[in-house]
Protein backbone atom coordinates (compact mmCIF):
# COMPACT_ATOMS: atom_id res chain seq x y z
CA UNK A 1 0.00 0.00 0.00
CA UNK A 2 1.14 3.55 -1.12
CA UNK A 3 1.02 5.74 1.88
CA UNK A 4 1.93 9.66 2.53
CA UNK A 5 2.34 11.47 5.59
CA UNK A 6 1.19 15.28 6.11
CA UNK A 7 3.33 16.80 9.16
CA UNK A 8 6.07 14.36 8.74
CA UNK A 9 9.26 17.17 9.78
CA UNK A 10 7.27 16.71 13.35
CA UNK A 11 7.92 14.51 16.44
CA UNK A 12 4.86 12.22 15.80
CA UNK A 13 5.16 11.84 11.61
CA UNK A 14 9.20 11.26 12.80
CA UNK A 15 8.47 8.02 14.31
CA UNK A 16 5.33 7.16 12.39
CA UNK A 17 7.74 7.41 9.52
CA UNK A 18 10.36 4.55 11.13
CA UNK A 19 7.49 2.55 12.27
CA UNK A 20 6.19 2.42 8.28
CA UNK A 21 9.75 2.46 6.91
CA UNK A 22 9.66 -0.84 8.26
CA UNK A 23 6.28 -2.24 7.77
CA UNK A 24 6.50 -5.24 5.55
CA UNK A 25 3.17 -3.62 3.46
CA UNK A 26 3.92 0.01 3.10
CA UNK A 27 5.61 1.78 1.07
CA UNK A 28 6.01 5.43 2.00
CA UNK A 29 5.70 7.39 -1.18
CA UNK A 30 5.04 11.20 0.12
CA UNK A 31 5.95 13.49 3.08
CA UNK A 32 5.31 16.77 3.18
CA UNK A 33 6.69 19.56 4.80
CA UNK A 34 6.16 23.23 4.07
CA UNK A 35 9.09 24.26 5.94
CA UNK A 36 11.45 21.70 5.09
CA UNK A 37 10.38 21.37 1.53
CA UNK A 38 13.11 19.72 -0.44
CA UNK A 39 15.06 18.51 2.35
CA UNK A 40 16.00 14.86 3.02
CA UNK A 41 13.86 13.42 5.94
CA UNK A 42 17.04 12.32 7.65
CA UNK A 43 18.00 15.68 7.78
CA UNK A 44 15.02 16.54 10.54
CA UNK A 45 15.47 12.57 11.48
CA UNK A 46 18.82 11.69 12.13
CA UNK A 47 17.83 8.04 13.22
CA UNK A 48 16.18 7.76 9.57
CA UNK A 49 19.74 8.27 7.87
CA UNK A 50 20.41 4.77 5.78
CA UNK A 51 16.65 3.73 5.97
CA UNK A 52 15.63 5.89 3.40
CA UNK A 53 15.92 9.04 0.71
CA UNK A 54 12.50 10.60 0.48
CA UNK A 55 12.58 14.60 0.94
CA UNK A 56 10.21 15.96 2.04
CA UNK A 57 7.46 17.81 -0.53
CA UNK A 58 4.90 20.52 -0.01
CA UNK A 59 1.42 19.55 0.65
CA UNK A 60 0.03 19.49 -2.91
CA UNK A 61 -3.49 17.89 -3.12
CA UNK A 62 -3.51 16.68 -6.56
CA UNK A 63 0.15 14.58 -5.76
CA UNK A 64 -1.24 13.17 -2.52
CA UNK A 65 -4.16 11.64 -4.73
CA UNK A 66 -1.96 10.15 -7.02
CA UNK A 67 0.66 8.68 -5.04
CA UNK A 68 -0.86 7.83 -2.04
CA UNK A 69 -3.61 4.45 -1.36
CA UNK A 70 -3.76 6.01 2.03
CA UNK A 71 -3.14 9.12 4.32
CA UNK A 72 -1.67 10.04 8.01
CA UNK A 73 -1.92 14.05 9.35
CA UNK A 74 0.40 14.03 12.26
CA UNK A 75 -0.43 17.75 11.93
CA UNK A 76 -1.98 19.96 14.85
CA UNK A 77 -5.25 19.66 15.46
CA UNK A 78 -6.28 22.94 14.19
CA UNK A 79 -4.50 21.83 10.76
CA UNK A 80 -5.93 18.36 10.96
CA UNK A 81 -9.64 20.11 11.11
CA UNK A 82 -8.92 22.25 7.91
CA UNK A 83 -7.16 19.35 5.76
CA UNK A 84 -9.51 16.80 6.49
CA UNK A 85 -12.01 17.93 4.08
CA UNK A 86 -9.66 19.19 1.10
CA UNK A 87 -8.53 15.45 1.46
CA UNK A 88 -12.00 13.31 1.09
CA UNK A 89 -12.79 16.18 -1.68
CA UNK A 90 -10.23 14.79 -3.65
CA UNK A 91 -11.14 11.20 -2.82
CA UNK A 92 -8.82 9.85 -0.63
CA UNK A 93 -11.06 7.26 0.50
CA UNK A 94 -8.21 5.92 3.36
CA UNK A 95 -7.27 8.22 6.48
CA UNK A 96 -5.64 8.01 9.86
CA UNK A 97 -5.70 11.58 11.44
CA UNK A 98 -3.27 11.44 14.24
CA UNK A 99 -3.96 14.17 16.68
CA UNK A 100 -5.24 12.93 19.70
CA UNK A 101 -4.01 14.74 23.12
CA UNK A 102 -3.51 11.65 24.93
CA UNK A 103 0.13 11.56 25.13
CA UNK A 104 0.44 8.18 27.76
CA UNK A 105 3.67 6.31 26.70
CA UNK A 106 4.08 8.46 23.40
CA UNK A 107 1.79 6.14 21.64
CA UNK A 108 0.43 7.97 18.45
CA UNK A 109 2.30 6.44 15.80
CA UNK A 110 1.87 3.28 16.94
CA UNK A 111 -1.79 3.95 17.45
CA UNK A 112 -1.27 4.81 13.71
CA UNK A 113 0.14 1.80 12.66
CA UNK A 114 -2.32 0.32 14.63
CA UNK A 115 -5.11 1.62 12.28
CA UNK A 116 -2.96 1.32 8.90
CA UNK A 117 -3.03 -2.45 10.28
CA UNK A 118 -6.67 -3.11 10.60
CA UNK A 119 -7.37 -1.23 7.14
CA UNK A 120 -5.01 -3.45 5.86
CA UNK A 121 -6.86 -6.93 7.10
CA UNK A 122 -3.15 -7.64 8.48
CA UNK A 123 -2.47 -8.70 12.35
CA UNK A 124 -2.88 -5.52 14.40
CA UNK A 125 0.68 -5.69 15.42
CA UNK A 126 2.37 -5.89 12.20
CA UNK A 127 5.73 -3.77 12.01
CA UNK A 128 4.79 -2.88 15.68
CA UNK A 129 8.00 -4.40 17.99
CA UNK A 130 6.58 -3.24 21.10
CA UNK A 131 3.40 -3.80 22.28
CA UNK A 132 3.81 -1.52 25.32
CA UNK A 133 4.15 1.40 23.08
CA UNK A 134 0.15 1.32 21.37
CA UNK A 135 -3.05 0.21 23.06
CA UNK A 136 -4.25 -3.55 21.98
N1 LIG B 1 4.17 14.90 20.30
C1 LIG B 1 3.55 13.93 20.96
O1 LIG B 1 4.12 13.30 21.88
C2 LIG B 1 2.12 13.56 20.61
C3 LIG B 1 1.54 12.48 21.27
C4 LIG B 1 0.23 12.10 20.95
C5 LIG B 1 -0.47 12.79 19.98
N2 LIG B 1 0.11 13.85 19.34
C6 LIG B 1 -0.67 14.53 18.31
O2 LIG B 1 -0.05 14.30 17.04
C7 LIG B 1 -0.20 15.47 16.22
C8 LIG B 1 1.19 15.94 15.75
O3 LIG B 1 1.94 16.31 16.91
P1 LIG B 1 3.50 16.61 16.84
O4 LIG B 1 3.95 16.78 18.24
O5 LIG B 1 4.18 15.62 15.96
O6 LIG B 1 3.50 18.05 16.12
P2 LIG B 1 4.76 18.85 15.53
O7 LIG B 1 6.04 18.26 16.02
O8 LIG B 1 4.48 20.29 15.78
O9 LIG B 1 4.67 18.56 13.96
C9 LIG B 1 3.63 19.07 13.18
C10 LIG B 1 3.85 18.71 11.73
O10 LIG B 1 2.76 19.21 10.94
C11 LIG B 1 3.23 20.11 9.94
N3 LIG B 1 2.23 21.19 9.89
C12 LIG B 1 1.94 22.13 10.85
N4 LIG B 1 0.92 22.90 10.46
C13 LIG B 1 0.53 22.45 9.24
C14 LIG B 1 -0.49 22.85 8.31
N5 LIG B 1 -1.33 23.88 8.57
N6 LIG B 1 -0.61 22.18 7.14
C15 LIG B 1 0.22 21.13 6.85
N7 LIG B 1 1.20 20.70 7.69
C16 LIG B 1 1.35 21.35 8.88
C17 LIG B 1 4.61 20.55 10.40
O11 LIG B 1 5.49 20.82 9.33
P3 LIG B 1 5.48 22.20 8.51
O12 LIG B 1 5.04 23.27 9.48
O13 LIG B 1 6.88 22.35 8.01
O14 LIG B 1 4.48 21.96 7.40
C18 LIG B 1 5.11 19.29 11.12
O15 LIG B 1 5.63 18.37 10.19
C19 LIG B 1 -0.92 16.54 17.07
O16 LIG B 1 -2.27 16.57 16.72
C20 LIG B 1 -0.70 16.05 18.49
O17 LIG B 1 -1.78 16.41 19.35
C21 LIG B 1 1.39 14.24 19.63
Known sequence: MRVGIIGGSGYVGG????????????EVTT???RK??????????PNL???????FVPLDLSQIQESCDL???ATP????VNLVPGLLEIGVSRL?????????????????????????????????????????
Open 15 to 26: ELLRLLLAHPQV
Open 31 to 33: VTS
Open 36 to 45: DAGEFVFGIH
Open 49 to 55: RGLTQLK
Open 71 to 73: VFT
Open 77 to 80: HGSS
Open 96 to 136: VVLSAIDNIMKGAAGQGVQCLNVVLGVDERTGLQSTGFHPM
